[in-house]
């Protein structure tokens, strides 16, 4: 299967590097919110809550699109993990 001239294999791969970034930018952001550590003075919070939640929304969307190509697969671990009967076959 291709999606814009990119193979499957590919597009999993810059999907959850996509990901992976996105994840490395709300962690980050978050602990630089944190409350405890006083950093209101040095960082400008504004940015910070804005890159933090704009990005945690990339983030679902992007885990969306992730569960969605992975779709087949979840099924079937999930119908071979409760024993079913029939095995089902991945890609």
Not at 17 to 30: K, M, P, S, Y
Not at 51 to 69: E, K, P
């Amino acid at each position: 299967m291709r999606y814009l001239n990119v193979n499957r294999a590919k597009l999993n791969y810059i999907i959850d590097a996509i990901i992976g970034i996105l994840f490395l930018i709300v962690f980050i952001t978050g602990i630089l919110k944190l409350p405890i550590l006083n950093l209101y003075k040095v960082i400008p919070m504004q940015q910070t809550t804005m890159l933090h939640d704009w990005s945690g929304i990339l983030f679902g969307v992007f885990i969306i699109i992730h569960l969605i190509l992975h779709w087949n697969w979840i099924v079937c671990m999930t119908k071979n993990i409760f024993k079913r009967e029939e095995k089902c076959k991945t890609k």
